[in-house]
């Protein structure tokens, strides 16, 4: 690849030769691993090169610049080459440790990019197409930052590298529809175009024209040679000035530089042994040291990055001189405002003395009414069904071309692209992304509801139509497994409220967790108030909603709508002289986050345990024990209004009375 | 709309006024029903009447005729335009009746489509974007099957009805570059281009060129206008004439035919109040009484059914002289072969004798190689992950356009759109889908897999790579909330074998098992053979794998992988004198569906009780109690060799001896 290598290192290294810099560091850790890929990182050297060197807004010395650009590696197989870039450009997060340590226990360099674990990672990826979708996310946070704080306070590029798996994936049509139609200009996506995937070539399982594809949901497109550095500079050059994002397919060779193996469709992965790796050093003419890069190109590297990070010096200035510095800093940092939360526990305050019987999505959309107005980083949204999840508050305006400080994205009809573009927003920085569907279809956005736990980031899914109480629409639109399957999942808060307070709670502890995100889960159907006291309950998980009048002998453990269910079982049997008492519980994460005592005080000692939730049972025993009794759905649901399906069902006043007798 | 209704009633009615039919038929339903959608039936009513009465083959007499034209509504909000469709052209799965109870309980017109609900509904529908991708499986089989049994035995087409939605989801990118890559030129779909979506008209959230964008992919297009049923037919007889797939932009005006509400947006759903369906009615000259159709409309809708159905007695000549009539009635009945596991029996029995290790994705690999040679309705794949889902088969061939009779598929990298296919495979008959990804990328599958156990089908699907063991890969790759996720859903057979005899005997309980998808989750990693003996234990569910050397005073139960760790803890244990028996629980659901008295049995009563599994705890409290110990995951994994990551979570043998002996 290049034989100038000896005369560069007195001289200033070429261009092509810092892209080897890259590939050798990629495929030694990989070999040293004897797992990940090379093939990406060598074959997108080139490219990645002149972007670091050339284009790219960073600061090694300050990765949480607010206005760097941002780059995100949705190809995330490929992270030795986001580790080489840190490493070489001097990112402090990256030791040559590191990348001997590529892929090992406690290193910075995990076999995919993690948000988080590595200054200078701006995204966890790995399940293809989400990179590029979370990236949407992040363009959106900097046009509507950029609107709301003026003076080009925010106004930087997302980069995006991404494969022929992300280009693939479904999300990334959700994402390239939402992002033409919002026209991100400053979103610029390169296609690592080799067509190469794991099974072989490309188009044994692809035969599409991907810039027609990108064209046709509004993108400018172009090609090219993505091993020749002018024409490289030359595409991103133009990529800055277009009016609507972009996307460049870069022609590769995959394993560029491995000699023998460049182009081979196998060397995709680790496949390079000690004579490949042998070969491809002669290749490019590398004679250093494994695991070690001469002076001069380390300088040259850190020196192009000192260059890039000119800009930091005066946005530092700008941002000092700024009218809204304090504020732009809080919502950088994830604070919230001061007094928040004031009008929001005034509504608490009268909730409890009016006790309004609600739906517990209008529930939400009240909560909603007094946050958003108090707290500017909030965004809405919903994927079209604003009307449903009550997601919209008054006053809001739509985020749109026109008007990007608008607060409420019409995602369109991509719970997925939505979900990812939340994630964007929130690792971001400066928005505090909320957005509604249907509970059931948190299937298609369940990927990046993962994405966003792994990480570690605040994202409100307002989930609304939570159980067969849909009714009519039928077993297609009733979540009865939804519920377990989110509350197995690692750091996210799945909260289920009862009533007008416990939403209410519920939106205030989701707020206050700027490391998890939360599911709102609400119900169509209108129930009775059910809490009557006591401040701020829901943040303990679960606690008692309703005493026994003396020592109780049943305990009903409910969540949501199924709460009054319990509350009415539980007037009956005290009316029958069995002393009950009744749990809600919003929260099962918040409440095994509680102490043991107070789990065991909740969790109590009755002879019977009852557990009463229109969904499945799976998870209920650790409330009621193997032997406790649940009342619930065993099966999908079905099509009929819905208090014919909760007596259908079985999931009545008078079922819990019956079976809690029966095991007395 | 037609004021020639009066003349119609004597004469032959016009198509308007056939089509006026399933307008009015819509409209009222779901003002009766005060719930549902009445604008696209309506709206779609003239390009569904040209299709129904001149183009789809179709038998109302035997709705399960194999070589049917398939219809799938994508739009399954829309239901009462298939409803209409039904009734009017003599399906007696849909009465008057059942029209007029629409959505109601046990009516066979519940609010989305459900297939083995009513004869005549292909598909399930109403998560949007899926009937489309399913619809590509339906083709994929068609072309499969038609070259499987030649003599064009199976010939026909498969039509679609897609809104905006459908288009917007991502997973209708996944399913056109499929049956784009795979040239499916008898799928035809019509796009219901009305520019309405729930939020508003559809450019809020969507700017894209669909026909541009479909022709990227491969597909032939057209738009039309779809109130014209002269230029219809046109375009419908244009579209059976393509070499590829084809989409048929129909420009419509939602709730067409509803005088001051047509092309309203807000008519979407149920939002015609009395007033307007009389206007509507006036608009369309209509007088009959409510629910009722006159009888020359009724039966110019069964004339034209009758000449759609005319084509199958000869094909039931044609079928009755096939060399193969009877294979390929038992493969369209999802009937086994004859001695379908001889093959599979003797390759357990010779396990059973050697003992093999293996890693259980190994396993499953082996006991495909000793099914698929003789399972011709199999049809294996992967999401681009063959080599490690061991899913191919010495001796398989691929599907593509040269073969369709090959009988593996690179499905690309579309997880979603995989196994939408593969219900579409299922649905069609004739063939067994399976195929593979990792198990963590299942959540990108989901809603198909979901759509699958409600519809009640046989689809196979392999998911490797089912824990940390995983490794290197890092979190984003290691399932741990999977099994949890995936237990709790209805209809779904969750498989994780331990070793290579589990495997084997899973696959012929998932095989078995003709009205429920299967997950085989297996693992990347080699395990020690567990099984020592016992004939086809796994069918049970769960099963006493060690039994304790005296009376147990400690039972640990565990799944796949960790049943060797279980085992060797209990080894440990025995020689410590704690009599130990470990319990082995590859298909919970299997064991949930097991008597009372061999539940009772296997879970036993012993004082102390480990559960190991190398994901989180969701769940099993059912066997271990609520005061049980868990040994297994409390958050996501991470990054590092498997052996290291399994030490520093702590699911180790020791870790089980040791809390087992602290328990007692």
């Given at each position: ?20 810099a ?19 990182p ?6 990645a ?62 076999g995919h ?14 399940p293809?197409g989400q ?6 996310g ?11 704080f003026g ?35 400053k979103?610029?996506v ?16 692809e ?7 990108f ?38 060779k995959?394993s560029?530089?491995?000699?023998p193996?460049?182009?081979d ?19 490019m ?5 494994s ?6 190109i ?9 260059r ?28 919230l405002?001061?007094?928040?939360f ?10 409890l ?33 604003t ?24 995602y ?35 990927p ?7 990480m ?5 899914n ?7 109480g ?70 303990k ?9 003396s ?18 079982a ?34 109590g ?27 619930g759905?065993?099966?999908f ?14 999931i009545?006043?008078?079922a ?9």
């Amino acid at each position: 690849m290049s034989s100038d290598i000896l005369s560069t290192l007195t001289a200033k290294p070429s261009p092509t030769v810092m892209a080897d810099a890259v590939r050798v560091l990629s495929m030694e850790a990989v070999h040293r691993a004897k797992s990940g890929h090379q093939g990406m990182p060598m074959g997108m050297a080139d490219v990645a090169t002149v972007l670091w060197t050339k284009f790219l807004k960073y600061d090694p010395k300050a990765p949480d610049w607010a206005d760097r650009d941002r780059f995100v590696l949705s190809a995330g197989h490929g992270s030795m080459l986001i580790y080489s870039l840190l490493h070489l450009t001097g990112f402090k997060s990256v030791s040559m440790d590191d990348i001997k340590n590529f892929r090992q226990w406690g290193s910075a360099t995990p076999g995919h990019p993690e948000y988080g674990h590595t200054a200078g990672i701006e995204c966890t990826t790995g399940p293809l197409g989400q990179g590029l979708a979370t990236a949407v996310g992040m363009a959106m946070a900097e046009r509507h930052l950029n609107a709301r704080f003026g003076d080009d306070l925010v106004d930087h590029k997302t980069w995006v590298i991404a494969g022929d798996g992300c280009l693939m994936e479904g999300v990334s049509h959700e994402a390239i529809s939402l992002a033409g139609r919002l026209k991100l200009n400053k979103l610029i996506v390169l296609w690592d175009d080799n067509n190469v995937t794991i099974d072989g070539v490309a188009t044994i399982a692809e035969t599409g024209d991907q810039l027609a594809r990108f064209k046709a949901a509004g993108w400018a497109v172009k090609a090219v040679d993505g091993h020749d550095h002018g024409k490289i500079a030359a595409a991103l050059r133009w990529a800055t000035q277009q009016s609507k994002p972009v996307m460049i397919a870069c022609k590769t060779k995959i394993s560029k530089g491995a000699g023998p193996k460049e182009g081979d469709p196998h060397s995709h992965g680790y496949t390079l042994f000690d004579s490949d790796i042998e070969l491809a050093r002669k290749a490019m003419g590398w004679e250093a040291e494994s695991f070690t890069v001469p002076s001069p190109i380390k300088k040259a590297w850190e020196a192009a990055a000192r260059r890039q990070a000119r800009p930091h010096k005066d946005w530092d200035a700008k941002l000092k001189s700024h009218a809204h510095a304090a504020d732009f800093k809080r919502a950088m940092n994830g604070e919230l405002p001061a007094n928040a939360f004031d009008a929001l526990d005034a509504h608490i305050a009268q909730a409890l003395e009016i006790k309004p019987a609600d739906a517990t999505r209008s529930a939400s959309g009240a909560a909603l009414a007094q946050l958003v107005p108090h707290i500017d980083d909030m965004v809405g949204g919903s994927a079209d069904l604003t009307g449903s999840n009550n997601t919209f508050v008054k006053g809001m305006t739509a985020y749109d071309t026109e008007n990007y400080g608008g607060r409420y994205v019409h995602y369109g009809v991509r719970e997925f692209g939505m979900s990812a573009a939340m994630n964007g927003m929130a690792l971001h920085g400066g928005v505090i992304p909320y957005s509604g569907t249907f509970f059931v279809f948190s299937d298609y956005s369940r990927p990046a509801i993962r994405l966003g736990a792994l990480m570690g980031i605040r994202t409100i899914n307002v989930l609304t139509h939570d159980s067969i109480g849909v009714g009519e629409d039928g077993p297609t639109h009733q979540p009865v497994e939804h519920l377990a399957s989110f509350r197995a999942m690692p750091n996210l808060l799945v909260f289920r409220p009862a009533d007008v307070v416990e939403a209410a709670e519920c939106w205030k502890a989701a707020l206050k967790s700027t490391t998890t995100p939360s599911l709102m889960v609400l119900s169509r159907q209108k129930v009775p108030a059910a809490r009557e006291s006591g401040d701020n309950l829901s943040a303990k998980g679960a606690y008692e909603i309703r005493s026994a009048s003396s020592e109780a002998k049943v305990s009903i453990f409910a969540s949501g709508t199924e709460v009054s269910v319990a509350i009415a079982a539980q007037k009956e049997l005290e009316a029958q002289g069995v002393a009950t008492r009744v749990v809600s519980t919003p929260c099962w994460e918040l409440f095994d986050a509680q102490d043991a005592a107070y789990k065991a005080s909740v969790i109590g000692t009755t002879p019977v345990n009852v557990a009463v939730e229109a969904a499945v049972s799976l998870g209920w025993e650790k409330f009621i024990g193997k032997d406790g009794i649940f009342v619930g759905m065993t099966s999908f649901g079905a099509s009929a209004p819905q208090d014919v399906l909760y007596k259908q069902f079985g999931i009545t006043k008078e079922a819990v009375v019956e079976k809690a007798l029966a095991a007395l």
